[in-house]
């Protein structure tokens, strides 16, 4: 290994180990948290025992959840000083501003009202309480987005000069940097993957409770909410992809070009299914391809030329100096693959699971309708299934629950690597962001720290959830069903005091 890239390599992985870790919760709060409101939404509306009890299941798990996202994204801000300083001191007014809004809107937001929604069960009218959800709901949408506005100014810088004297970054135009395209579509395409998260461990939990005839009213109920979600996520998350693909290849054809292993210019572009090459030599030994559907996801048009890895290389050499400006192609080409591969899974399952369960939930004449005696082939439709049909739905179903995970992090990586070697696209090479003065031992020594520690964490996280989700949702008290009626009171005592104000 060459001694001089060390720290930076190091450094690289340090934070591609724990953003991707970090991203694993992400997600599934944003979206559990929406789907605990919409849940909580029906019980205040029929009144419905179901509906109460799967809002206190999906949202004990969703606290779980968050509880870890917000140790471990605390933790992966660090790297902005330890290993990166140089980075934060060239970028830091203008990528530090949309942080800060996130730290000082969002993020105290939705941790006011996630306390308030906690401890407010018997102490807040339910309206009042159920808008508290939604308050967390809205903070986790916000915090995504200016988030996602400080990456997508990575991806794409505007709203920016350049300080020669002071020899940084200033930013000039805040309201251009939270909505340039590239945040818009980005922010688009986020959110449907992290719903495509949320949809698929809704449908694996319940699908685990009803292989077993557990809880089966609640599970239903999740599991029809699940699928839906999965359908109109997975759908969502192909439409913002394509509409992002095109935003990419105008503004870092070399990602794309990349993406599709395209080594020289073509028109029409063919879109590559797979490919095997020879990077040094830069062109494919071995290329499945569909002619001209590259053309029509760049610009779409069948027949328009989109530059290659060889072309955009050459350009950028004239453009910025001499250098490499490839990214990793295998990473690249795979990770995109994995990417849309593990996401249209989903949504095929999502697919075959509310087609599955298109008609009504019926059981047989003269069966009993207890929990614990519910078949599994009635749980399908009106006419029942076959028992290994059934089994295998059941079993591909709790395994699914991977495939977004597995996606959004294939997803990040490509977006990440695919940049390289900026930092900052066209401004901020990587090499030049790291901190000067650390050495290749004390980066080393941080990431097995960081690595350690985040592996203790998931494993507390893992069995936290695994505990409670076998679980199942929560018997219900007559305190439950009958919450007060004004803020720190109780209708059925009058004289009760105000607790939470003490």
């Known amino acids: 290994m060459d001694l001089a890239l060390a720290p930076e390599t190091l450094a690289r992985w340090q934070f591609g ?9 992400v997600p599934l709060t944003i979206s559990l948290a929406a789907l605990t409101a919409g849940l909580q939404t029906a019980w205040v509306r029929t009144g419905k025992e179901k509906y109460l009890r799967a809002t206190k299941f999906w949202g004990k798990l969703f606290l779980i959840n968050i509880a870890m996202g917000v140790v471990t994204g605390i933790v992966q801000e660090f790297q902005f000083g330890m290993n990166w300083s140089d980075y934060s001191r060239f ?14 809107i969002a993020f105290f937001f939705e941790s006011t009202f996630i306390g308030l929604w906690i401890f407010g069960w018997d102490k807040l009218p339910k309206k009042v309480h159920l808008a508290c959800m939604w308050m967390v709901s809205i903070g986790t949408v916000l915090s995504a987005y200016f988030i996602l506005a400080a990456n997508s100014w990575m991806q794409h810088p505007v709203g920016y000069r350049i300080n020669e004297e002071r020899g940084r970054a200033e930013l000039t135009d805040f309201w251009l940097v939270l909505t340039q395209d590239t945040a818009l579509t980005q922010f688009f395409h986020t959110m449907t993957a992290a719903f495509l998260v949320g949809g698929a461990f809704m449908v694996g939990i319940s699908a685990f409770h009803l292989a077993r005839k557990k809880h089966v009213p609640v599970m239903r109920t999740s599991l029809r909410l699940g699928l839906i979600t999965l359908i109109i996520a997975g759908l969502g998350t192909a439409i913002s992809g394509d509409l992002l693909g095109k935003v990419m290849f105008k503004q870092q054809p070399m990602k794309m070009a990349a993406a599709e292993a395209l080594w020289d210019g073509e028109a029409p572009a063919p879109f590559s299914i797979f490919a095997y090459g020879d990077v040094e030599k830069g062109h494919n030994k071995v290329a499945v391809e569909i002619p001209g559907v590259l053309s029509f996801l760049a610009n779409g048009d069948f027949t328009s030329h989109v530059p290659g890895i060889n072309d955009v290389n050459k350009a950028e050499q004239e453009k910025f100096g001499p250098g490499d400006y490839r990214p990793n192609i295998p990473v690249a080409y795979w990770g995109f693959r994995w990417m849309i591969g593990f996401g249209m899974a989903s949504l095929t399952l999502g697919m075959l699971g509310l087609w599955l369960t298109r008609k009504k939930f019926m059981l047989p004449p003269g069966m009993r309708t207890g929990e614990d005696e519910v078949p599994n082939l009635v749980l399908f439709g009106r006419q029942a299934l076959s028992p290994r049909l059934t089994k295998w739905y059941w079993l591909v179903a709790l395994w699914t629950m991977l495939f977004p995970l597995i996606a959004n992090s294939w997803g990040w990586i490509f977006t990440e690597m ?6 900052v696209y066209g401004v901020l090479r990587t090499r030049d962001a790291v901190s000067p003065g650390v050495s290749t031992a004390e980066v080393l020594t941080s ?8 592996a203790v964490l998931a494993v507390i996280e893992v069995r936290l959830l695994v505990k409670y989700a076998k679980a199942g949702p929560p018997e219900l008290s007559e305190n439950d069903l009958n919450p007060p009626t004004k803020i720190g009171g109780d209708h059925r005592d009058p004289d009760r005091p105000m607790a939470f104000s003490y």
């Not at 180990?17 to 919760?25: D, G, P, S």
């Not at 203008?94 to 730290?103: C, D, R, T």
């Open 447 to 454: 990431m097995i720290v960081f690595t350690l520690l985040y």
């Open 91 to 104: 970028v830091g007014d203008v990528f530090g501003a949309p942080l800060a809004f996130e730290a000082l």
């Open 17 to 25: 180990i724990t953003t991707v870790y970090h991203f694993l919760f």
């Open 418 to 423: 695919g940049r390289q070697p900026w930092v």
